[in-house]
């Protein structure tokens, strides 16, 4: 095999950063751009996207750095956007150099053969998919860089990590990442709502209701393998009127939990006092893929117990249906 074919069957992929806050419009329009170079275009909404540029690279007998130039040079002039772009070997080493891109825009590309050596070099918390959290942890126990992440045995960082994530922060290290990019455009929202028999007062009646709504969009975003950044709730009233409010989540998440307390505060911020209720509608906004959320390491024993707990219901509910399992007070309410 020549060295020109190990060349072509490399992959490469290509991390494109648009700039925070792009309108919905636009960010569709950037991908549409992406794809006139390649048709595996993996969007990661709201600012980013995932392209596979393997096989594009023969198909326009040009350079991974030449299109990634194209790109931006195609959405500066059509769209007003600037864009940054990191090109490598791996998911992990294309979005960790495209944000070592200065803004508001560029292109870095990283060959297959310099990648370990330039993940090196960087500060620990450079490592894309590496969290605060984790890089204080690892900084704390002297692991500084990438370079040194990826000399410390796997099992001593798995005890600082957790199990899962501690592999995945050596591999990717190392600039171990077998993530193909799957084409997928992801939707934008997902929404449950419930409707009363009768116009109702009851505060506990509503407050189940409620967690069964949180319940149901947790389990879909958990299917769907997103995550919601904000949550919107709106209130129906006897006589047409609603009511409605949209806050954002620390952290993105699918977690009942997380998702609970936010759901909760919105209907605490209701003030409904003697309102009679003939509906709730639930929304988790601004999606992104799960796998863009980095997960943190947590001392809550509580809540590490609850999110294995979820894991389990999710098994139950896939093998015996979603009525299989759920909290007591929305079985309650069912019955």
Avoid: N
């Avoid at 560029?106 to 370990?116: D, E, H, R, Y």
């Avoid at 590496?130 to 798995?158: E, F, K, N």
């Avoid at 419930?194 to 109702?200: A, E, G, L, M, Q």
Wanted: charged letters at 25%.
């Amino acid at each position: 095999m020549s060295a020109e074919t190990r060349t072509h069957r490399q992959a490469v992929v290509m991390h494109v950063r648009c700039p925070d806050r792009l309108p919905e419009e636009t960010f569709r329009q950037v991908l549409e751009e992406l794809a006139g170079l390649s048709p595996v275009v993996q969007a990661l909404p709201p600012t980013a996207a995932l392209v596979d540029l393997t096989g594009a690279i023969r198909y326009h007998g040009s350079t991974p750095h030449r299109l990634g130039e194209v790109l931006r040079i195609r959405s500066i002039s059509r769209l007003g956007v600037d864009v940054r772009v990191g090109i490598g070997p791996s998911i992990t080493v294309a979005a960790t150099a495209s944000a070592q891109v200065p803004q508001p825009g560029g292109v870095l590309a990283i060959a297959p053969g310099q990648a370990a050596d330039w993940l090196a070099r960087l500060p620990v918390d450079a490592l894309h998919g590496i969290g605060p959290r984790q890089a204080a942890v690892l900084r704390d126990y002297g692991i500084h860089s990438v370079g040194l992440l990826a000399a410390v045995p796997p099992a001593t960082v798995q005890r600082l990590l957790g199990g899962r994530a501690g592999r995945l922060a050596v591999d990717r290290a190392r600039g171990i990442d077998p993530r193909p990019v799957v084409p997928r455009a992801l939707p934008a929202s997902a929404t449950v709502g419930c409707t009363f028999d009768r116009h109702t007062l009851d505060g506990a009646a509503v407050r189940a209701a409620l967690l069964d709504l949180v319940v149901r969009l947790g389990v879909r975003l958990r299917r769907r393998g997103q995550a919601a950044r904000a949550l919107t709730l709106t209130l129906k009233f006897a006589g047409g009127t609603t009511w409605e409010k949209t806050r954002r989540l620390t952290e993105p998440s699918a977690h009942d939990d997380d998702l609970r307390r936010l759901a909760y505060q919105l209907m605490d911020a209701a003030g409904l006092q003697r309102g009679r209720l003939t509906g709730i509608t639930l929304r988790g906004e601004d999606l992104i893929d799960a796998a863009r959320v980095t997960e943190q390491i947590s001392l809550d024993d509580t809540r590490e117990d609850r999110l294995r707990a979820e894991q389990v219901m999710d098994r139950i509910r896939d093998k015996y249906g979603p009525a299989a399992i759920g909290p007591a007070a929305a079985f309650r309410r069912a019955s």
